[in-house]
């Protein structure tokens, strides 16, 4: 049973004090913290094995609570037009992906996020409720494939398309064409559910996912909804599923509580320009809200987070990746937050950087369902570390964590991360083969691109070879 010890470092703690420990000690033994606390607290044992903390800032893993697996291989294709985007993103998710694509694209993302600090993920199986890939099980056991080789946690949401049914795709060795039901989805979810939901120890879980209904939409066919509303559900309770939705927006938030669909188990992203009842429905059920300040959306529309969480309803951030303007990197996401509620209020106070990290550590962990075992360096919780070379021009002084890590901080600041115990990356190396990664997912990318007959949009952006 290997024991590590993190020495003289500067620990973000996230615990229930929200500690900041200057010159700390964390011990690890096998997958689980052991001790947190100032060196001269803490005796090392003799046989650990020693991680140099000097000049880093050591806090927990982050945690990404809405992004779309497919996006990571597309996002280059982006330009002005985002129309033409999502019409390619759709074109090759139902048409022209095959294994290697799905394949690729995880491991591309899934290397991404861990050079970027970020031990746990929620990840759409695809670009959105018009076209999950959930026709089999086939991407969805590659994506979670893909997570274990690359050392991090990955919640896959897999789930249902917008009505009406039957969805037309093409078949993964592109053979053949497929006519989906609902019905049809909600097997291979169930499916995947039995095969990976395991996200503390074999490091994936699934969630469910069903798209958003405006009023306007449900008083179309409302008894339609409520039947595929309550079969989810079902499906959700027989598996123990965590359940997500993309895309709240003015009015749908009370909604989907009027369907049953709501609770603590719930967590809904975006959710802009949110109406009084909407917000009352989230703190009644007990859902979590996942805010994408970098998204288009909190363009159109804004995310009431600090309201919000005024109320009492949980928070988390989400990066809302891959896409033409955006990734990985939750510094970012944590700066732009911070930016964009400031801006609106016209206020520099706002929001503080201790609320943005704990939107993407202990919150974040808590809209999962595992406040418990993920989000903060807590004896008996998960060894999911990160750690940021901090001893660099845009970090200096070496002063305020808080502030260095929310404001100032990016993802090529990375140094370190620990997932489960086991180190991933040390001195940004890892033990992955990643030229092969990014040279198979270019190659992926340019199949799928000349069977979709996209090959203007790489010429229209620069590309063309």
């Not at 996912?209 to 079969?231: N, T």
């Amino acid at each position: 049973m290997t024991t590590r010890a993190i020495t003289n470092t500067t620990a973000i703690t996230m615990d229930p004090a929200r500690r900041v420990i200057e010159n700390a000690t964390i011990l690890m033994e096998a997958d689980r913290i052991t001790a947190v606390g100032p060196a001269s607290e803490i005796s090392v044992p003799i046989e650990a094995e020693r991680i140099a903390g000097e000049d880093m800032i050591t806090l927990p893993g982050l945690i990404d609570s809405h992004a779309h697996a497919g996006h990571g291989l597309t996002r280059n294709l982006g330009g002005g037009d985002g129309d033409a985007w999502f019409q390619a993103c759709e074109d090759i998710y139902t048409r022209g992906s095959t294994p290697g694509f799905w394949q690729a694209e995880a491991r591309l993302s899934g290397l991404e996020r861990l050079k970027a600090g970020i031990t746990t993920c929620t990840m759409l199986l695809g670009g959105g409720a018009d076209h999950y890939r959930t026709d089999t099980t086939e991407a969805g056991d590659l994506h979670c494939a893909a997570t274990r080789e690359i050392g991090i946690r990955t919640m896959l949401a897999v789930g249902l398309n917008r009505r009406p049914f039957p969805k037309r795709y093409t078949s993964l060795d592109l053979a053949r064409d497929i006519t989906l039901s609902f019905e049809d989805q909600m097997a291979v979810c169930g499916e995947l559910a039995q095969k990976h939901n395991d996200l503390l120890e074999s490091r994936t879980g699934i969630c469910l996912i069903m798209p958003v209904y405006s009023p306007a939409e449900s008083a179309q066919d409302p008894d339609e909804i409520r039947r595929m509303c309550d079969a989810a559900m079902a499906l959700r309770e027989k598996h123990g599923l965590r359940f997500t939705q993309d895309g709240h927006r003015d009015g749908s938030i009370a909604l989907a509580e009027s369907f049953g669909i709501l609770g603590p188990w719930a967590y809904l992203s975006h959710s802009v320009d949110l109406t009084a009842e909407d917000m009352e429905a989230a703190k009644r059920s007990g859902a979590s809200i996942v805010h994408n300040p970098s998204a288009i959306m909190s363009v159109l529309g804004r995310c009431p987070a600090p309201e919000l969480r005024e109320m009492g309803v949980n928070v988390a951030l989400g990066s809302d990746a891959a896409a033409p303007d955006r990734g990985y990197d939750m510094f970012r996401h944590m700066a732009q937050c911070l930016h964009y509620h400031r801006r609106h209020f016209r206020d520099p106070e706002v929001m503080m950087p201790l609320d943005v990290l704990e939107m993407c550590t202990i919150d974040a962990a808590k809209a999962i369902g595992l406040e418990g075992e993920l989000g903060s360096l807590e004896v008996g919780k998960k060894a999911d570390i990160v750690m940021l070379d901090r001893r660099k021009p845009h970090l200096y002084p070496p002063m305020m964590p808080l502030t260095t890590v929310a404001q100032f901080a990016n993802a090529a600041d990375v140094d370190t991360v620990i997932v489960n115990g086991e180190i991933r990356m040390q001195n940004r190396r890892t033990a992955l083969d990643e030229g092969a990664i990014l040279d198979a997912a270019a190659q992926e990318l340019q199949e799928a691109v000349a069977r979709c007959d996209l090959t203007h949009l790489l010429a229209e952006n620069g590309a063309a070879g």
